[in-house]
Structures are given as C-alpha cells and as structure tokens.
C-alpha cells in the first residue's frame, strides 16, 4: 500500500527531507505532500539582507527550487496553505487554505514538522505599528527593500544579533542613517565575548552607524505609522523600524498536537529526527539537535543545521538509515566588511558546561602585513585545561578572516588538541596569511594557557 507523507513547513528542512525522500521512494510506494504557509517555498532566508542592500536581484534569485519545479520530481506542494492542527490519534492534519480560508483534513502515515522559527516579538508598546518589521520571510525581505528603495532616510535597528546587524549594513549602504539599539554593552553577544564584539562596534560607528549599547527601548511611537523609537536619552527619528532580537523555534502545532518540547523549548527529537509519537518527525529550528561537546540538547536557528537534519529525516522517511551527529554551533557573518565567526563554546559557557576552559587570544593580520590589502584579525580559541582539547573558537577580522573558523570547526569535530592544531601544516604565501598562520598562533596561546 502507498505511503503517505505530510511535510509542515516548505523550507529548508521540510523540502531537503522531502527531496531525500523521494530520491528512495517512488512515487507509487510514498505520496509527498508538503503544505507551506507562504507563497515561497525552498528559499534563503540568509540572502535576505543582500536582497535589501540591492547586491541580489531580483527576489526570486533566492528561490532554489519552485513548487513546479517539486511537481516535476512528483513532490506536491501547496503554497498558502497553513496548517492548523495535528492528531496524532487519527493521523490528521488540519489545514486552512489561506486565499478563500476553505478548511479540510488530510491524513498522513508520516508527518514531518519543519515550522521553523519566528522573530521574537518583545511587549514593547507601538510594536505593532506600520512601519515596524522583522526580516525572515521572503515577503519581509520584500517589503524592507521596497522601503529601502524610497530613498534615503532614517532607520532604527532594535537588537545586536547577526540578522539586525546585516539589515543595518544593508540599509547604511543605500545611504540611510541607520541606528542600532543593544540592551548589551556590545553586539551579537551570542557569537563573541564582549571585548570582540566591541571590534565589531567600533567598526559599525567607523562606517556611520550609530550603534548604542547597554540601551534598552522605551517604546515605538506613532499614530498611524512608526515615528521614532523612545529610549531613555529621548526619541531616535525613524520612518522604519526593524526587530532583530533574535528568534524562537515555532512549537505551537506541535505542542498542541502533545508533542514533546524539550527543556531548550523546541521539538524533542532523537538522532533520526523521529519525535516520541509514532509517525510524527521533526527537523530545523523547531527541533533540538545534540550539542557535540556538551552532549546536552541545544536548538540552534542555522541554515546549515536545517539542510541537515532535514537531510536525516528524508533518508531515514526513505527506508535507508541516517543519525545526525550533532552540532558545533558554527556560524558566521559580515558586518562593515568585518568577518564574524565562532564555532563551539566561548570559554565562559564551556566553563557553564561543567569543562575546566581556558582561552588564547592572538591579534594580528588577515595576509601578510606588508601586503597592501592586510587587514587586522583577532582570534581566540578555548581549550580544556590539562587534555589542551579544543573546545571553541571566535574570529574578527578583515576579509579572509571568517572561513579560518572551518579549520577550528575540523578541528574541535575531530577532539584535536590545541598543540595538534599548532603543528598543522597550514598553507602560506603573502596574499593569504603569514607564514605563521593566525589560527595556528591562537592554537599556541590556547596551548600554552591550558597545558
Ligand atoms: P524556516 O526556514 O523558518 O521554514 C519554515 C517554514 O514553515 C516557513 O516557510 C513557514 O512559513 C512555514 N510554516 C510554519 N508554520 C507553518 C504551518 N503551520 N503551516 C504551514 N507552513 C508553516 N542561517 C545560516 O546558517 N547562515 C546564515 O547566513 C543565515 N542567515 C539568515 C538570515 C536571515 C534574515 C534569516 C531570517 C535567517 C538566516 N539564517 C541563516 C537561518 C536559516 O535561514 C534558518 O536556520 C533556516 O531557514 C531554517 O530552516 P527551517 O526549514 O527549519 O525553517
């Protein structure tokens, strides 16, 4: 008898397990039916901000794979199509088709939860006025460029994290004054100690941004649209303001479907992505994932770990056998042409984490120095004292600078030690690094401070 598949959710996640699933089950064995509350389907959300900045036209390049093109490899996909409800008793989903709001039931042998995240949406008052936005969907990419298009003009940037801050760049290279209020004394706290993220700062202003720290909002103002955003100093004048104080997995179907949500507040979910209710699977942001150094559960909002959990569902909804092997946390992004990365702990959550962590700093250039294009670069790696086990890494710097944090992702993956990683035969020639590379001299402070 044929199987049937329902993905929730057309995005990364959902339309990787989809694809996997396929590829193994025919259409005559597994029937793929994936419902997609947007119009998109299989977008990059993480290309939004270059949409915004006017470097990625038009909209639809950050569109992999339309629903058409899923009907040809017999995947069916229903864009605007919410779903509403979930029994798992009776293997029914509810679903609401959002052009005419007609309701109808589908019935499922496997269903694959792959909702997501949201913005996190604080009770600030005035948040609900036109002219606030938050970026995740295509269709906010969409509307910020429309009003980046109108000109120059002042935007107010609530929250540090990665996402705010591409959108503050975007919008400062189409020549607006962008501002960005932190309630931390630096930015993207989650990515840096304090005294990095205050390179990242000074980088910010240095280019024209105002960033204003240790702040938090009072409340949006306006009457028929946003007007300013009140902080205690007085009001920042905006005719656009955008939320990036980061993002929460999106649980609500599941958790009154009786899904188990787990102590991170996202899906529980074992290796092969199956929740503890039979038939019902989970991947993405709406899902745990295991940490790899902590062997604790952790719910990360990354492109990289969606594709991959939902890859791990598809095959596994395939007939073959896949585990996730859990999560680094690596993550990187570009701020006023500075390079941001970390993977693994910061030496103050590993020591959170129960490990004896000491860290390393070396400071010093992206290429050889006396190369024209050399630009300084900050790295910092933590180690576990006494075993000098790599436990973490963050990096800061000028172009270059960012992908060096895949060597410590190999690294810490592979339970090297920071001396191994000193020794490492790491490439040179002067338009690269110096013959000493930065990473193999943070390696070294690493070493040295945990021996
Ligand atoms: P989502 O991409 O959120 O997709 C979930 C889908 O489910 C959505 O399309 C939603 O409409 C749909 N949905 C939700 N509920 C229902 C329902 N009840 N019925 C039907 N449909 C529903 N990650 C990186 O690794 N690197 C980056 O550089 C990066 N940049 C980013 C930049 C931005 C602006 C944003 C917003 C995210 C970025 N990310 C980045 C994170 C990355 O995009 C996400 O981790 C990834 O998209 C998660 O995939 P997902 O399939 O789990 O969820």
């Known amino acids: ?42 977008y990059s959300a993480c290309g939004e901000p270059y949409h915004i900045a006017g470097e990625v036209d038009p909209l639809e390049a950050l569109v992999a794979r339309t629903p058409e093109q899923f009907e040809e490899r017999g995947i069916d996909v229903r864009i605007r199509h919410e779903v509403m409800a979930l029994d798992t008793a009776s293997r029914t989903v509810t679903i609401r088709r959002l ?37 995740r969907t295509l269709d906010d990419a969409a509307d910020l460029r429309a009003i980046a298009d109108r000109g120059p003009d002042s935007v107010v940037i609530v929250g540090g994290g990665y996402i705010g801050l591409e959108t503050a760049e975007a919008f400062e290279a189409r020549g607006w004054n962008v501002t960005v209020i932190s309630a931390h004394p630096g930015v993207l706290d989650n990515m840096l100690d304090r ?39 007085g009001e920042l004048p905006a005719v656009a303001v955008v939320l990036g104080l980061g993002s929460t997995p999106e649980i609500e179907l599941a958790r009154a479907a009786g899904i188990p949500i787990g102590p991170t507040g996202a899906i529980v ?16 942001d709406c899902a745990e994932v295991r940490h790899r ?14 594709n991959k959990t939902g890859r791990v569902a598809g095959i596994n909804l395939g007939g073959d056998a896949a585990t996730f092997p859990g999560t680094l946390g690596a993550a990187i992004t570009r701020v006023c042409e500075l390079e941001v990365a970390s993977v693994g702990l910061s030496e103050s959550d590993a020591v959170a984490a129960g490990f004896d962590a000491v860290a390393g ?9 006396y190369m024209p294009q050399t630009r300084p670069m900050t790295i910092r790696a933590v180690a576990e004292r006494g075993t000098q086990r790599l436990l ?25 030690r920071a001396d191994d990683l000193e020794w490492t035969d790491l490439s040179y020639a002067p338009p690269f690094s110096g013959t000493w590379d930065l990473v193999a001299i943070a390696a070294r402070e690493a070493s040295r401070a945990s021996r």
């Open 1 to 42: 008898m044929t199987d049937r598949l329902i993905v929730v959710g057309g995005d990364a996640a959902g339309m990787s397990a989809a694809s996997q699933a396929r590829r193994r089950r025919p259409p005559d064995d597994l029937e793929i039916v994936a419902y997609e509350r947007s119009s998109w389907v299989s």
């Open 269 to 284: 979910v074992d290796d092969t992505q199956r929740t503890p209710v039979d038939g019902v699977w989970a991947a993405g």
């Open 392 to 416: 973490g890494a963050q990096i800061v710097g000028g172009p270059g600078a960012g992908k060096r944090i895949d060597v410590f992702a190999t690294a810490i993956w592979n339970d090297m």
């Open 361 to 369: 700093t070396a400071r010093g250039t992206t290429i050889a120095g």
């Open 195 to 233: 005294d990095l993220s205050l390179d990242v700062v000074a980088a910010m202003r240095e280019r024209g941004i105002d960033v204003i720290t240790d702040t938090r909002v009072n409340c949006i103002v306006g009457t028929d649209r946003v007007r300013a955003v009140e902080i205690a100093s």
């Open 293 to 306: 150094l902590t062997g604790r559960p952790t719910n990360v909002h990354l492109g990289t770990v969606a």
């Open 99 to 135: 052009d005419d709001d007609y309701l109808f039931d589908d019935h499922y042998d496997h269903v694959l939860i792959a909702t997501g995240a949201k913005a996190v949406r604080p009770p600030i008052t005035g948040r609900d006025l036109p002219g606030v936005h938050e970026l």
